[in-house]
């Protein structure tokens, strides 16, 4: 199965020579399922020739908003409704999230609340409490007509999207470890996240994580179209 993973976001040099690209960590992160790999950056205006160039896609992070004025992201609305249109299964983290959001008639705004930074726990629906890392301060308010909310915190209502059948996303960072994190913190936060935030991020940069799980759901997804134990 080739997953095109659509590149949305540019990681910062002295993280980039240890970690590569988000997409990079994408595929270490989904290279247990076998799947075959091509990236597109869209953030650099490099598209796919349209949905059928893969059989599954995802969506990365950026530092950007999705309601910023970039030529990139009205066609990558378009391509998303396109992939959605032919059925192929298409997941979102993060910006990717909001994205699909935006694109399926959702809103996505830069959360007046602030930042959400380090290791976050939500509630997802008939599965509990799950600990992730977070790195975002916009988020998504108004989920698309036929989305389900499937996981939220006090914070975030809207963590994780289920369009049935059709895509699943998710707000946090499943693929973001203690080191690419902690990384952030110090290369990117100081001055853009409040310190406060920061703070309190490295003070609980330990917590045990559940993000191989979440890794799994994607996966499933990609594979099947739906999430472990709930029809499609």
């Known amino acids: 199965m080739k997953i095109g993973i ?22 270490d992160r989904l290279a247990k ?10 953030v650099n205006g490099d598209f796919p ?15 950007h908003g999705v309601y910023e004025d970039h030529a990139w992201i009205p066609p990558l609305e378009e391509l998303i409704r396109q992939i959605v249109a032919q059925g192929r299964p298409l997941v979102g983290i993060c910006f990717g999230h909001q994205v699909i959001a935006r694109a399926l008639g959702g809103t996505a705004v830069k959360f007046p609340g602030g930042w959400s930074v380090g290791p976050q726990t939500y509630d997802f629906v008939g599965r509990g409490p799950k600990t992730v890392m977070a790195w975002h301060q916009d988020q998504v308010t108004e989920p698309p007509e036929g989305a389900v909310t499937l996981a939220s915190s006090d914070f975030c209502k809207h963590a994780a999207l289920l369009y049935p059948g059709r895509a699943y996303t998710i707000q946090p960072h499943p693929e973001f470890d203690v080191a690419f994190t902690r990384g952030l913190l110090e290369k990117r936060g100081p001055g853009v996240v409040p310190e406060e935030t920061l703070r309190h991020a490295e003070e609980v940069m330990e917590t045990p994580l559940d993000s191989a799980e979440l890794i799994d759901d994607l996966i499933h997804f990609l594979q099947h179209k739906q999430l472990p134990g709930r029809a499609a």
């Open 6 to 27: 659509l590149q949305t976001g540019i990681v910062v040099p002295e993280l980039a020579e240890t970690y590569g690209q988000y997409p990079d960590i994408f595929m």
């Open 33 to 42: 399922a076998g799947f075959e790999f091509q990236t597109w950056s869209v």
């Open 49 to 63: 020739p349209g949905p059928e160039a893969a059989d599954g896609w995802l969506i990365t992070g950026s530092r």
